[in-house]
């Protein structure tokens, strides 16, 4: 379905309008796009915000450069927005175009666990070597911040330093709740569902985990104009006992 909230609304084919009072500073979508389809690294660029007078201007960062698997997102109190890259890693047998495990714990640590957090962080851009470009969207804080302080509080997900737990493929550890919700869902879409490719599959599992999280996957594919938001749910049988799941694809 169409998602109209104006953070996601704001980005029309290839620039995101977060513009100073003389219409400087907008972030262009097609440059890294572009740096996502023929680098072989990673790139990322923060959106700060300040208000004069009760007006809101925006700047970004330098654009900085990492790795074939990631790349730092600098930010402060002042964040807006994050965007960064995926890039193909040659090393894999396939490199997923949607979020990490890693990407959503981050965007959780800069918002809520962070000092100063980043409470004007709440979308985290992800533009990919196909051309498509995803969102993560906070949208409910007090849901996300639950989600955030049980994630803390079970263990498995941040080390003592804040910094993300990960397996080898930069998602979450392999014995924790999370990745056995992604691990079924994945499973389930990818192998017993036809017509879900590895990266849709990878994309609604992401989904049926933000559940209830206060967080939301986006999607706007490479011929589209307006991002679409992914829906998984559980299927139960009529006596409530689980055997599914289903989900609406962003195409």
Known sequence: MRYNSLAVSRVSKSKLNLLDS????????????EKAMSGT????????????????SYTQTELEEGNVNSVAMITSGRSKTTLHTHVKNP??????TGPSGNDLLVLLKQHYGDLPPSKKLNDSYMLAYDGSVYVLHIY??????????????????????GNPILNSENHFADDTRL????????EKLYKEIWGYSKDDAHDAAMAYILRGSGVKLLKRMPEQEEFK???????????????????????
Request: with cysteine; hydrophobic share 30%.
């Open 41 to 56: 690294v990673e790139y990322s660029i923060t959106v700060e915000e300040t208000t004069f007078d009760g007006v809101p």
């Open 22 to 33: 003389a219409g400087n500073n907008s972030v262009n979508l097609d440059m890294l796009i």
């Open 179 to 186: 990745f056995e919700y992604y691990d079924y869902a994945y």
């Open 91 to 96: 090393a894999k047998g396939h490199t997923f």
């Open 229 to 251: 938001q992914y829906d998984t749910e559980t299927l139960t049988t009529p006596k409530g006992k689980v055997k599914g799941v289903k989900s609406t694809k962003c195409k």
């Open 140 to 161: 409910d804080n007090a849901a996300a911040q639950l989600f955030f302080d049980n994630l803390v509080a079970t263990g498995g997900y941040y080390d003592s330093s």
